[in-house]
Nanobody, 126 residues
């Protein structure tokens, strides 16, 4: 599965952005999905995840209450709505996928995801 992330760009602190992730050649309905991010000089870290049947979502503490992950299986798209952005949210954001039979499975562990997009850069200015 090839994942295409988009929607990144420049935002001011306290602003908003919405990221999208679309797979090519496959439907997302068979996959649990997640967003990770990697700031310059830092490891790639978990941001948010959503289960295959849209039953379970999970968030990193650093984004909880500000970011919302969602999926529209009919549009074959996963979103990350980011509000009240902070300069420390500046990073390349990657979407990730894992095929699973479970409708409730999610994970915050990078190694549990098998497919990755190329990333989209989010820059938040103060």
């Amino acid at each position: 599965v090839q994942l295409q992330a988009s929607g990144g760009g420049l935002a001011q602190a306290e602003g908003s952005l919405r990221l999208s992730c679309v797979p090519s050649g496959r439907t997302i309905s068979s996959y649990a999905m997640a967003w990770f991010r990697q700031a310059p000089g830092h490891e790639r870290e978990f941001a948010a995840a959503i289960s295959r049947e849209n039953i379970v979502t999970s968030y990193a503490e650093s984004v909880k209450g500000r970011f919302t992950i969602s999926r529209d299986n009919a549009k074959n798209t996963v979103y990350l709505e980011m509000k009240n952005l902070k300069p420390e949210d500046t990073a390349v954001y990657y979407c990730a996928a894992r095929s699973t039979a479970s409708g409730r499975w999610t994970s915050s562990l990078r190694d549990n995801y098998h497919y990755w997009g190329q990333g989209t850069l989010v820059t938040v200015s103060s």
